[in-house]
């Protein structure tokens, strides 16, 4: 999350052991239900146990629908997402992506549903939910008066970091995203890679057990994106999960554990490349897969 909307809730939940547990399980394909009342109602959820389908999982949103006035932007969305895997969520402009993060991360309550993020209902025990994760918005923010130093030393004191140990995670993470050549420089003037960079390293700093990033690799050059990919994949294989929405097909094509494909607010596809390959009946590109699943309505 944006360290201004959650150090305070990573700080009050620092004892919370629930993200060290891992589950390899992997959930099966799409189960969508049809919906047959579009009005917005509160969470379907009236205790505090979880769905089963979050027991053990990093994101899992059940019957998830938010509506915008009588537009449906995200319709009865069952989802579950198991630690240590790298999720691409995929769709065209305006099927439903940004909603769906946002109600992942808490910036949006959906109308009905629930969301939970590491066993944590986003909705009741928000606090605990948010302090599980990190988010990094398609539009990196920084404090332009701040360079990007005094940034990162400020989310690491927010998020309760000691100065050893944010001094040995910037070395880290300064020397793979290669930063240390503008991170004493005003953040005013950084192109949107820069940014992008400086933006990701703070989201890393406290060792989310969840990262929510959208459009990872905008304004990166290879080398900036081969080292965002290793990260990513070193994430995972501690056991943690990235929740990633790109347009960049290939990019998901070559890092993604699973691939969920959303159009109209609605779940269409959730598999493996060769799960959604078999789905659409083409072994082809991702792109192919994707274009072909998202063919617009005909009339």
Avoid: W
């Avoid at 060290?20 to 969508?32: A, E, F, G, K, V």
């Avoid at 065209?92 to 949006?108: D, E, R, S």
């Avoid at 970091?161 to 953040?187: M, T, Y």
């Amino acid at each position: 999350m944006n360290p201004t909307e959650t150090a305070t809730d990573k700080s009050k939940t620092s004892d919370n052991n629930s993200s060290t547990s891992r589950n390899n399980d992997t959930p099966s394909l799409i189960d969508h239900r049809p919906e047959d009342d579009d009005t917005p109602t509160t969470s379907r959820q009236s205790d505090d146990t979880p769905p089963s389908s979050a027991n053990g999982c990093a994101i899992a949103l059940d019957c998830v629908q938010r509506a915008y006035g009588t537009t449906i932007a995200v319709r009865d969305l069952t989802l579950s997402i198991p630690r240590g895997e790298l999720f691409a969520f995929l769709g065209p402009n305006g099927a439903g992506k940004t909603t769906t993060i946002k109600m992942i991360v808490g910036l949006l309550r959906p109308g009905r549903g629930s969301v939970h993020v590491c066993g944590h209902d986003m909705n009741a025990d928000g606090l605990a939910a948010k302090a599980q994760l990190a988010y990094v918005p398609d539009q990196p923010f920084l404090y332009e008066k701040l360079t990007g130093r005094e940034f990162l030393y400020f989310v690491a004191e927010m998020y309760g970091i000691s100065c050893e140990d944010r001094d040995a995670r910037l070395a880290q993470l300064i020397r793979r995203l290669d930063i240390g050549s503008f991170l004493d420089e005003l953040s005013e003037g950084y192109s949107h890679g820069m940014k992008q960079k400086v933006v990701l390293a703070s989201a890393l700093l406290h060792n989310p057990s969840v990262l929510v990033i959208d459009e990872p690799m905008v304004g990166l050059d290879p080398r900036g994106i081969r080292a965002v990919k290793n990260l990513f994949q070193e994430h995972t294989g501690a056991g943690d999960t990235v929740f990633m929405s790109t347009h960049t097909l290939d990019i998901a094509e070559a890092v993604a554990d699973r691939i969920g494909i959303i159009h109209h607010g609605e779940l269409i596809a959730v598999g493996t490349l060769a799960e959604l390959r078999a789905k659409a009946q083409r072994e082809h590109s991702l792109e192919e897969i994707f274009l072909q699943l998202t063919e617009p309505d005909d009339g």
